[in-house]
């Protein structure tokens, strides 16, 4: 058997096991901290699809007023860089070919990005009418869900 083929297979049985998608994790963590000025044990992210884009969530845990402060203002400047097309601090924290990403920066000209206050924290709206850039916020949805584990949710 070709040792390439033997190398992938083992390679692959590896990617699948818990140990190393709880590693993946703690850099997901990490980078976190260097792009989100909120406590990661403080808040929750929340990723809600919808038939026309999705909205993202991020909430204080017990209203912690500096913690919803931060949200918001993290939030609101992220919608601004959504809206440009900018995904410099996702493609930071989760890679350069995270899924969805370079469609939605392509794309972002077809996509409504709108902030929005809510009690305990902040939203981001994202809105179009193009098919392939909404699957592409579904997808970069479950990617951020799969990468922040506990910290996020759908």
Not at 18 to 37: D, N, Y
Not at 56 to 85: C, N, P, S, W
Not at 86 to 100: F, L, S, T
Request: hydrophobic fraction near 45%.
């Amino acid at each position: 058997m070709n040792l390439r083929i033997i190398a992938a297979v083992l390679l692959a049985g590896f990617a699948c096991t818990p140990a190393l998608a709880q590693t993946r994790q703690q850099i997901i963590r990490e980078r976190s901290t260097h792009v989100m000025p909120f406590s990661m044990d403080d808040t929750m992210h929340r990723f809600q699809p919808t038939p026309t884009g999705g909205v993202m969530t991020v909430i204080a845990h017990d209203g912690d007023a500096t913690q919803v402060a931060l949200v918001r203002a993290h939030l609101r400047k992220e919608a601004a860089a959504f809206a440009r097309g900018d995904y410099a601090d996702p493609a930071y924290i989760h890679g350069k070919r995270m899924p969805g990403l370079a469609a939605l920066s392509a794309g972002s000209r077809r996509i409504s990005v709108r902030y929005g206050a809510v009690s305990d924290g902040a939203t981001i709206a994202f809105r179009t009418t193009d098919t392939s850039l909404i699957t592409a916020l579904h997808r970069w949805f479950a990617a951020q869900v799969s990468d922040h584990g506990h910290d996020a949710m759908m």
